[in-house]
């Protein structure tokens, strides 16, 4: 199978060297040619493979030049014990009528992990393919999340480097210990002066900066991807999508005909594009609901069509969809549209005008498999209030705003699933004052308080933060980072 670029399809390259690029020469992102298609006699099939078989057999389908056998060997390392703490990888709960499909399980306990585990294996393999000899050099920009799961993914991998930069001030005290403190003989933390989109922004252009290219070249070295717009990082997690439809299946709480709606906390619609390969694999999911905070620009998009970043940015307590540039957004436009020089020419207008908007007929067919809500500060104080008091299940901010969008647009007969995104123990503060408890004085107090009043033990990757040496104090404005990358890779 060939990938694509979203702005040109004559750019064509295979899933390796999609993987290894990370984004197309052009500016656009990779897609699949075809999305493959599973028939209910496939689907039957999928029902007795456990997590690391069912996303070998869905990766292969896309990945055509991967043997089974090989992404066989990398789903094990990657979602094998000693990695993730639940023997489900992806376990399903219920709060009430909602289930939860918990994605936090892995070693950052939030739901990168699901992709950035692996993402390693795909990528230094794919370069191996490629016959690439040089360094790989993954530049990350994260909006708290992604930093760490990367870290974390490529730290000590032979023939890597990484490099994190992240928004100063727009992460939690956990979040940012966890990068600060980041162990590893190849990894490199800096802050951004800035927020999410500066920092985004300041990557995206030295992805396409040729001079910085040449300069690494020289050093035998390739930049590369682990944002959300690699393909090797969304392909992962279209199998959680899969494996929550047949946990369904299997416990006989889907029947033949019927669907299942996905509530999905949105940032950089990644997460929820997956969902949207998924459903498209032939997969009987319903709709797929857009949940975001008070930065709201997907909400008013997915409503009107209008895309329209010329609004406030607000920080908000789940920092992970503080983003007002949803990147693969890109992605689901080219495939609905069909038409790549209309796809170029919004991309272009967001980028000079901030600003566009998509044809009646695609914003027609965008409707039919999405819908969205806007969750207030307020409202998710509220609901992970009333998740822990009414059904004694405790929700982190982010998927507390998917929560509250599930249970607006419930429907009857259609079982919805939250797409849970982290621990509630990344975010204790926000958490707490939900609960109505008293502000603690920093991080680690809150946890202990929040371990206290619910009697729910915080995972081990955070208990054991505490007293972690600080590595990484380096802060740069966006123009500096091209500086910073140049210096970290001399
Ligand atoms: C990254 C992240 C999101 C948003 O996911 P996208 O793929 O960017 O839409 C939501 N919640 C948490 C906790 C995250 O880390």
């Known amino acids: 199978m060939y990938y694509y670029s979203t702005r040109n399809k004559t750019i064509r390259v295979s899933g390796a060297e999609a993987i290894v690029k990370g984004l197309s020469p052009d500016g656009g992102l990779f897609i699949p040619e075809r999305i493959p298609v599973l028939n209910a006699e496939e689907q039957e099939e999928l029902l007795k493979l456990d997590y690391p078989h069912l996303a070998a057999r869905i990766m292969s389908l896309y990945l055509t030049d991967f043997s089974e056998e090989e992404l066989l060997t990398f789903t094990k390392a990657a979602y094998g014990p000693g990695r993730f703490d639940s023997c489900d990888v992806a376990p399903l709960r219920k709060a009430g009528d909602v289930s939860v499909l918990e994605l936090w399980h892995g070693p950052t306990c939030a739901f990168k992990d699901m992709a950035l585990q692996i993402l390693p294996y795909l990528l230094t393999a794919s370069a191996a393919k490629c016959g690439e000899t040089a360094e790989i050099c993954i530049l990350v920009a994260t909006s708290g999340d992604t930093g760490k799961a990367a870290l974390e993914g490529f730290r000590d991998i032979a023939g890597t480097q990484i490099m994190v930069f992240y928004p100063r001030d727009g992460v939690s005290d956990v979040q940012k210990l966890q990068m600060i403190s980041q162990a590893g003989g190849n990894v490199n933390v800096v802050a951004v002066n800035g927020n999410f989109d500066d920092a985004q922004s300041g990557v995206k252009e030295i992805f396409s900066d040729a001079s910085v290219r040449e300069k690494l070249l020289a050093a035998n070295r390739v930049l ?10 969304l392909l992962p997690q279209i199998v959680y999508y899969v494996w929550t439809c047949l946990c369904f299946r299997r416990g006989g709480r889907l029947t033949h005909g019927q669907t299942l709606d996905f509530s999905v906390p949105t940032g950089n619609f990644g997460d929820i594009l997956a969902g949207w390969y998924a459903r498209r694999m032939g997969l009987p999911i319903g709709k797929l609901i857009c949940a975001s905070n008070s930065n709201d620009v997907l909400t008013d998009f997915i409503r009107t069509g209008v895309y329209d ?3 406030s940015f607000r920080l908000t307590v789940s920092p ?3 983003i007002l540039i949803s990147s693969n957004l890109e992605r689901l436009l080219a495939s609905l549209s069909g038409d790549l020089s209309l796809t170029a020419s919004y991309m272009e207008q967001l980028r000079a005008n901030g600003r566009y908007q998509i044809s009646d007929e695609v914003l027609r067919l965008l409707q039919a498999e999405f819908s969205a809500e806007r969750v207030s500060e307020e409202e998710t104080f509220a609901a992970i209030r009333s998740a822990w008091e009414t059904e ?3 929700l982190d901010p ?18 919805v699933a939250l797409v849970s995104t982290a621990s509630p123990y990344k975010f204790s503060a926000a958490v707490l004052h939900s609960l109505g408890a008293a502000p603690e004085a920093d991080g680690f107090a809150s946890i202990d308080r929040l371990q206290e009043i619910t009697g729910i033990a915080a995972p081990i990757p955070i208990r054991s933060l505490r007293g972690s040496a600080v590595r990484f104090t380096e802060a740069v404005s966006p123009s500096e980072m091209r500086r910073a990358v140049l210096d970290f890779l001399r």
Do not use: C, E, F, K
């Open 392 to 394: 004694g299940y405790l």
């Open 398 to 415: 982010h998927s507390a705003v998917g929560y509250a969008a599930a249970l607006r647009q419930r429907r009857p007969d259609t079982p």
């Open 309 to 311: 970043r010329n609004r």
């Open 320 to 322: 992970s969809m503080d």
């Open 224 to 233: 590369s991807s682990a944002n959300s717009i690699n393909w090797g990082r």
